[in-house]
């Protein structure tokens, strides 16, 4: 699709898609991070100087003695060595590594694709708000970590991780809606209003199955019910309601509510296939990738399953089949939601032409 395009917004359209997969990277990032249990590991924030890890044994020591006065070595890792942390410190070090190069990679291209006048008045707007929302999601994950460093916690807090997951989401979707803009030719767009309202309703289900996965990682609920496809041997368990009704906090109920938002997606998922192969007369963009959604949530349901089945496995600090099945789990389901918005982008309300917005593709 891009060929056709002229080469200053090519030039910008491949700027853009190279950020949505360094995203996505740092996602996996986050998700190994929380997985090998990094994530509190560095105890401090230096956006500058912090970008080198320590070096000499004496520099190496002062870090590990910051790590021993955290919550999560005193109440859990307090057998560890010099040569755990050292790995646990790696995991969260590339991750605080790679968003600095996401931020290198996107000054320098923002400079080098302005001297070009490569960019029109009306990108700017765009890119000021992905820059706004990259700073913030910083922002947003220095407060996560911090919320693990304080009291008895010895992980960070659950909703605080959520947070953090879901504005990175929101960071993608932007940034992936944006090189769509630049890269999809009008005539490949199409019409139609239902279809179009049953992908809205997809993705504000969605969301809030994001949050709860965020929140099934947060508490390690998997392990919590370990059996499918009831709950500990109940379709409703008792737990659901006790002590009291907590949507976030009742690790059962976190389950639950996870568990049944995905059912509601792979029934709605299989009826937006069947309704969108009943589309007429579709550009090929669509007829080629209308099939997506469905394997991927049907890929997504089954990896969820397997990883509450072999969730009993999980040794703390050790990479097991679960977290294997925990990440590819989360990774189908960032291309299940960009399969999503990629329809709301190609699939368009009946309505006029004009409000389609592009950066000049015809």
Known sequence: MMNSLPKAQKAVAAWIYIGVAMLLVQVVLGGITRLTGSGLSITEWKVVDGALPPFTEQQWMMAFARYRQTPQYQLLNTDFTLHNYKFIYFWEWFHREWARLISVVFVIGFVYLLVKKYLQAAMIKPLLILFLLGALQGAIGWIMVKSGLTDDMVYVKPLKLALHFVFALVLICYAWWFALQLSVPKAQLTRNSAVHRYTWIMLAVLFFQLIYGALMAGHKAAAAAPTWPTINGSWMPQQLFSPAINLVENKITV???????????????????????????????????KWLPVL??????????????????????????????????????????????????????????????TFGNS
Do not use: C
Request: proline share 4%.
């Open 255 to 289: 389950h639950f509510i996870h568990r049944g938002l995905a059912y509601l997606l792979v029934l709605l998922t299989v009826a937006w296939t069947i309704q969108a192969h009943r589309m007429a007369a579709a550009p090929a963009a669509f007829r080629k990738t």
């Open 296 to 357: 991927l949530i049907l890929l997504q349901a089954l990896l969820g399953i397997l990883a509450v089945i072999t969730s009993p496995s999980i040794v703390p600090n050790h990479w097991v089949m679960f977290d294997w099945l925990a990440q590819f789990h989360q990774v189908v389901g960032m291309f299940y939601l960009l399969a999503m918005v990629w329809m709301l982008y190609i699939v368009r309300r009946r309505g006029p032409e004009a409000s389609v917005k």
